[in-house]
């Protein structure tokens, strides 16, 4: 059942961290953070692995491509959200999605599924 | 009557550059004598003019140059020693060597006085061609010459005149393209810098509308009723508003926490300045803590109106400030005199945006304590967003 997934939310504005959550949590999942920074993802990672995770590009004066490396590695789909386009991701995650900023609950909630139906896929093959 | 003559008249560019001539001047009011010394001098192939009186030799010399004159003694009106006497006085003709032809006065007075007039040289009538031919030789040579050396000497002059010309010519080439390089480079940094600034803007643009859904999304959650919601929610983008305008026309720099609580409790302030007391040092805050903050105030405002020491006549809000060493900020919203309030049975939208904005937003911690006379909000921050307030306690503690 998808809809128990845990996602990892990672967006250091306040508000927009609060409606992230209250949109993944009124569909069924549960959230993990929302963290403000790369430093509070990697903490929160170690503890309880997410099935995906939804990171803000822009960090404040960092971004979210360290977090993003490690969760690639342990095979964690990663969904980017940005108000950039893609061009301004690095190479390594330009073929990632992408949820453009201001996003449509519909989108975003969907970009999800998706990332979880690719993961479960993936996982029943193996 | 005078005539110019060429001994060698040349088909017109068969030689080129023109072998440069000499003018001899013969001056002598007896044809016989101008026809002998023309016949005499043809061979040399230099230019021969020919003057029939003093006069007239002296309109030739007035806009020519020549080698040498020959100058009859003895012509009616103006003789070879007057015509001597202006040659010499002229500045222009005073070089040119004067040979006297003349047939009489073979005594030395005669002579003396030729010589003293200016003449280099005499040559008696009847001429002698071999002796007249080989005078006026020598002083075509010299005469030649020394238009070869000013030649040369202004060719000299007229190359390196050239020379400096092209070197500036090159210097200030360099020059312009030197500026032409420089104002390129600007051009190039300030698209560069405009791209930038594009780039950012639009960055902010659908970041602020991304913050402006999830405050109409949060709002609607918490406040279903249409009239109640757009109040709610019109007030807080307003709240927003004007923290922005604080932060454009501080050019998105550092802003006053005094400015941020004006702008976000101005309503309050300009109603009764002393039901809301500000109290601090200055600081100076960046945008973002900015933004935070003029949220908190203006959530912790309404609910000061609605069910706090706001909604009475006579409570009153103190908010505080101050800075430790360690750059942590302390702030404190102290309600007093209001109705005395409880925590609600369920946390609103309004006080959890509050302790998000503090904990998320600003990295630091918040304590809502709802007591008598209204609420008391204990906030503290790192000044620095990159230490947490935790790891500021932690250093201190360690």
């Given amino acids: 059942m998808t809809n128990s997934a845990r996602i990892l939310v990672v967006e250091d504005e306040a508000l927009i961290a609060m409606d992230l959550q209250a949109l993944l949590e009124d569909a069924g999942y549960r959230v993990l953070g929302p963290a403000n920074s790369s430093a509070a993802a990697l903490a929160l990672i170690d503890v309880d692995a997410p099935d995906v995770a939804l990171l803000d590009v822009n960090l404040?004066?960092?971004?979210?491509?360290?977090?993003?490396?490690?969760?690639?590695?342990?095979?964690?789909?990663?969904?980017?959200?940005?108000?950039?386009?893609?061009?301004?991701?690095?190479?390594?995650?330009?073929?990632?999605?992408?949820?453009?900023?201001?996003?449509?609950?519909?989108?975003?909630?969907?970009?999800?599924?998706?990332a979880l139906g690719k993961r479960e896929a993936a996982s029943s093959q193996a | 009557m005078s005539q110019t003559v060429s001994s060698d008249d040349p088909p017109p560019a068969s030689r080129q550059p023109a072998?440069?001539?000499?003018?001899?001047?013969?001056?002598?009011?007896?044809?016989?004598?101008?026809?002998?010394?023309?016949?005499?001098?043809?061979?040399?192939?230099?230019?021969?003019?020919?003057?029939?009186?003093g006069e007239e030799a002296l309109q030739h010399l007035l806009h020519d140059d020549f080698a040498v004159i020959l100058l009859d003694v003895n012509m009616p009106n103006m003789d070879g020693y007057e015509v001597a006497g202006y040659v010499r006085a002229r500045k222009r003709t005073r070089h040119i060597p004067i040979v006297f032809l003349t047939a009489l006065y073979r005594d030395d007075t005669h002579l003396l006085q030729a010589y003293s007039a200016g003449a280099v040289d005499m040559v008696f009538k009847p001429v002698d061609?071999?002796?007249?031919?080989?005078?006026?030789?020598?002083?075509?040579?010299?005469?030649?010459?020394?238009?070869?050396?000013?030649?040369?000497?202004?060719?000299?002059?007229?190359?390196?005149?050239?020379?400096?010309?092209?070197?500036?010519?090159?210097?200030?080439?360099?020059?312009?393209?030197?500026?032409?390089?420089?104002?390129?480079?600007?051009?190039?940094?300030?698209?560069?810098?405009?791209?930038?600034?594009?780039?950012?803007?639009?960055?902010?643009?659908?970041?602020?509308?991304?913050?402006?859904?999830?405050?109409?999304?949060?709002?609607?959650a918490s406040t279903p009723e249409p009239e109640l919601f757009s109040e709610k929610?019109?007030?807080?983008?307003?709240?927003?508003?004007?923290?922005?305008?604080?932060?454009?026309?501080?050019?998105?720099?550092?802003?006053?926490m005094a400015d941020i609580a004006r702008e976000s409790l101005g309503h309050y302030?300009?109603?009764?300045?002393?039901?809301?007391?500000?109290?601090?040092?200055?600081l100076a805050l960046d945008p973002k803590t900015a933004v935070a903050l003029g949220i908190v105030f203006h959530e912790l405002a309404t609910n000061a109106v609605k069910h706090g020491a706001l909604s009475n006549i006579s409570g009153t809000v103190t908010v505080s400030w101050a800075v430790s060493e360690d750059q942590a900020v302390a702030l404190q919203w102290q309600e007093n005199g209001g109705p005395d309030v409880s925590p609600p049975s369920r946390a609103g939208f309004g006080s959890r945006l509050v302790k998000l904005e503090l904990t998320h937003e600003l990295n630091g911690e918040v304590e809502l304590i709802y007591g008598r006379g209204g609420l008391s909000v204990t906030m503290g921050f790192p000044l620095c967003g990159d230490t947490s307030l935790a790891e500021l306690k932690q250093g201190i503690a360690q």
């Fill in chain 2, 129 to 220: 061609p071999l002796i007249l031919r080989s005078k006026v030789q020598v002083f075509v040579d010299l005469y030649l010459k020394q238009a070869e050396i000013s030649r040369e000497a202004e060719l000299r002059h007229r190359l390196q005149e050239e020379n400096f010309r092209v070197r500036a010519e090159k210097l200030s080439t360099e020059q312009a393209l030197r500026r032409s390089q420089e104002h390129q480079e600007a051009m190039a940094k300030a698209e560069a810098h405009q791209r930038t600034l594009i780039e950012e803007l639009n960055h902010r643009v659908k970041n602020m509308l991304t913050v402006v859904n999830a405050m109409a999304r949060q709002t609607l």
């Fill in chain 1, 60 to 114: 404040g004066r960092s971004d979210a491509f360290g977090v993003a490396n490690v969760l690639t590695e342990r095979n964690t789909p990663v969904i980017f959200l940005t108000g950039h386009t893609a061009h301004k991701l690095p190479p390594a995650h330009r073929h990632r999605p992408l949820v453009s900023k201001p996003y449509l609950p519909q989108v975003l909630l969907e970009a999800v599924a998706c």
């Fill in chain 2, 269 to 282: 302030l300009v109603e009764d300045k002393t039901r809301v007391v500000l109290e601090g040092p200055p």
């Fill in chain 2, 19 to 53: 072998t440069p001539k000499a003018k001899v001047l013969i001056v002598d009011d007896d044809e016989r004598t101008t026809m002998a010394v023309w016949s005499a001098l043809e061979q040399l192939g230099q230019t021969l003019v020919v003057a029939n009186s």
């Fill in chain 2, 233 to 256: 929610f019109i007030r807080r983008i307003d709240a927003l508003g004007r923290t922005h305008a604080l932060l454009s026309r501080e050019q998105w720099g550092m802003v006053q």
